[in-house]
């Protein structure tokens, strides 16, 4: 067995194809990478101008100052509308957060509006009622990966899941209609 240690100026040539290519891969990746970062920031950017919407604002003044806002005129009414926009703003920041987009630092954007969501005894009873009357019309429940969140924290008693809870605990009403 016998090496020949001639290079060819075909070989000589492959051997910098090769380096510039790996060169250019990695100079590819580099801005590749960048332009994520800065298309991710843009995008949490817009959830953040969002979040700062009057409607938002408005609606998380009554979760803040623990105002009573759900009961029998709720349905149908103005401020349902508010308050459906911001649950479903929120419930897609939770999926986000559920799906691992958001890192720990990226949630801790939304995490103090998230929280004031799922500690509000009124919210509790609207989804209270959300909950049993999706089960009664078979249907998924509305606002899920919120109510996800609020079960993974422990925010939601266990009188919550019991249709019949209406009648023994004052945190729940009973506003929408539904078979117990």
Same mark, same amino acid.
């Given at each position: 067995?016998?090496?020949? #240690?001639?290079?060819?100026? $075909?070989?000589?040539?492959?051997?910098? +194809?090769?380096? +510039?290519?790996?060169?250019?891969?990695?100079?590819?990746?580099?801005?590749?990478?960048? $332009?994520? &970062?800065?298309? &991710?920031?843009?995008?949490?950017?817009?959830?953040?101008?969002? #979040?700062?919407?009057?409607?938002i604002l408005e +609606?998380?003044?009554?979760?803040?100052?623990?105002?009573?806002?759900?009961?029998?005129?709720?349905?149908?009414?103005?401020?349902?509308?508010?308050?459906?926009?911001?649950?479903?703003?929120?419930?897609?920041?939770?999926?986000?957060?559920?799906? @691992?987009?958001?890192d720990r630092e990226?949630? /801790?954007?939304?995490?103090?509006?998230?929280? $004031?969501?799922?500690?509000? &005894?009124?919210?509790?009873?609207?989804?209270?009622? /959300?909950?049993?009357?999706?089960?009664?019309? @078979?249907?998924?429940?509305?606002?899920?990966y919120i109510l996800?969140?609020?079960?993974?924290?422990?925010?939601?008693?266990?009188?919550?899941?019991?249709?019949? $809870?209406? &009648? #023994? #605990?004052?945190?729940?009403?009973?506003?929408?209609?539904?078979?117990?």
């Open positions: 067995m016998q090496f020949n #240690n001639t290079l060819n100026i $075909s070989d000589i040539l492959e051997i910098i +194809t090769l380096i +510039t290519i790996l060169i250019g891969g990695f100079f590819a990746l580099y801005k590749w990478s960048k $332009s994520m &970062r800065i298309k &991710r920031a843009d995008y949490i950017k817009s959830l953040i101008d969002i #979040n700062n919407k009057e409607m +609606t998380f003044t009554l979760f803040d100052y623990n105002e009573r806002w759900y009961d029998q005129k709720f349905h149908g009414s103005e401020i349902e509308q508010k308050i459906d926009y911001t649950f479903t703003y929120f419930d897609y920041i939770c999926y986000l957060n559920f799906m @691992g987009v958001f990226t949630f /801790l954007l939304f995490k103090y509006q998230v929280d $004031s969501i799922v500690k509000n &005894r009124q919210v509790h009873d609207y989804f209270y009622n /959300l909950y049993h009357y999706s089960k009664f019309k @078979g249907l998924e429940t509305s606002y899920y996800e969140y609020a079960l993974k924290y422990k925010c939601i008693d266990k009188d919550f899941f019991d249709k019949t $809870s209406y &009648r #023994n #605990n004052k945190i729940y009403h009973k506003y929408l209609n539904w078979i117990d």
